[in-house]
């Protein structure tokens, strides 16, 4: 009671923009570098440095400046790479910035139109009619269908950036340790707000099955995790998959934790056909130029994933026969 107790919290954005300012005007007063960078780049470039400590943002700038001289638009992505190695090198969070997320998704119609309503949430409309943001979405069902690649997608269709939690990396062995672990994820994750927080597989790493034999703490950890899941203030999104939902305790599936429920079944027709297109152009081949009705028919039951590893597998069959890759390869 004779301590006051101050907690520290991650740097916000007008503490960012201080530093990035001031390191900029330290950097051209003593080593000369230029900075060629408008209103608009200056805002980009604030917020490529959320998530990150005063610290290790100065060093990141100044890092970048340092290698030419110059800090242009251009470089915004290397301080990007940048905080993505510190996040890294953390432990807890992988970043995926949004410049760097090239995927497509094929099928999952009542997904993007969910998407496309949804976005709206982070609207100043949405503000003023007292809305929060959407939550989060999860996502059940058949593994090897795009439950993973969705979520990289829906950072790349709403522009945010994607950072996953992997839960195994939360526990320690020490006690008291994987609580705070868990909080400071969080802590940073709403840092970078907004932002879309990932986490495969949700159901092996926040599910209380260790009972009394781990001492409570996967207990404690659902607990921690549901809390913040309810009482989340800041824009962070989160996107959970899982391959089995029976395994889910009743908590995670009712409404308020989030927004909606998505089963993820094998592809339809229509679908394979789509997948098909897309995995043939990513790998520079024509979709035009193959039967893909006669691809559809043969790959009954696959899932999405099976249709790539089968676009893969012809490829190098086609390259060790030294001949295109068509429909019977």
Not at 218 to 233: D, G, H, N, V
Not at 270 to 290: C, D
Not at 304 to 328: C, W
């Amino acid at each position: 009671h004779q301590v006051v107790h101050y907690q520290l919290s991650l740097p916000g954005e007008q503490e960012h923009r201080a530093v990035a300012i001031t390191v900029l005007r330290s950097l051209r007063q003593r080593r000369g570098a230029r900075v060629e960078l408008t209103r608009p780049d200056l805002d980009d470039l604030v917020r490529s440095l959320s998530g990150m400590t005063v610290n290790q943002a100065r060093q990141a700038i100044a890092r970048t400046v340092l290698e030419d001289g110059t800090l242009c638009a251009a470089d915004i992505q290397r301080i990007a790479e940048e905080k993505a190695r510190t996040l890294g090198d953390d432990g807890l969070l992988e970043y995926f910035p949004a410049e760097d997320n090239p995927f497509e998704l094929g099928g999952f119609a009542r997904l993007k139109q969910w998407l496309a309503r949804a976005r709206v949430g982070f609207s100043k409309q949405a503000a003023e009619l007292n809305l929060t943001p959407p939550r989060g979405i999860l996502m059940v069902g058949v593994q090897g269908c795009g439950k993973s690649l969705a979520a990289k997608c829906i950072a790349r269709q709403w522009g945010l950036p994607l950072v996953k939690l992997d839960a195994g990396r939360l526990y320690d062995k020490y006690v008291g340790e994987s609580e705070k672990n868990l909080r400071r994820a969080i802590e940073v994750a709403e840092s970078m707000a907004p932002v879309v927080l990932w986490i495969d597989e949700i159901e092996k790493g926040f599910t209380p099955t260790g009972g009394d034999q781990d001492g409570g703490l996967s207990k404690r950890i659902f607990a921690t995790f549901l809390t913040w899941m309810q009482e989340k203030k800041k824009e962070v999104f989160l996107v959970a998959t899982a391959n089995d939902v029976f395994s889910l305790p009743p908590e995670f599936l009712r409404k308020g934790r989030f927004d909606e429920i998505f089963f993820v079944d094998l592809p339809d027709p229509q679908e394979r056909a789509t997948i098909f297109g897309i995995h043939l152009s990513h790998r520079k081949q024509e979709p035009s130029t193959f039967d893909l009705d006669q691809l559809v028919a043969q790959s009954e039951g696959f899932s999405g994933a099976e249709i790539e590893q089968a676009v893969i597998a012809g490829l190098y069959r086609s390259l060790h026969e030294k001949r295109p890759l068509d429909t019977k390869l």
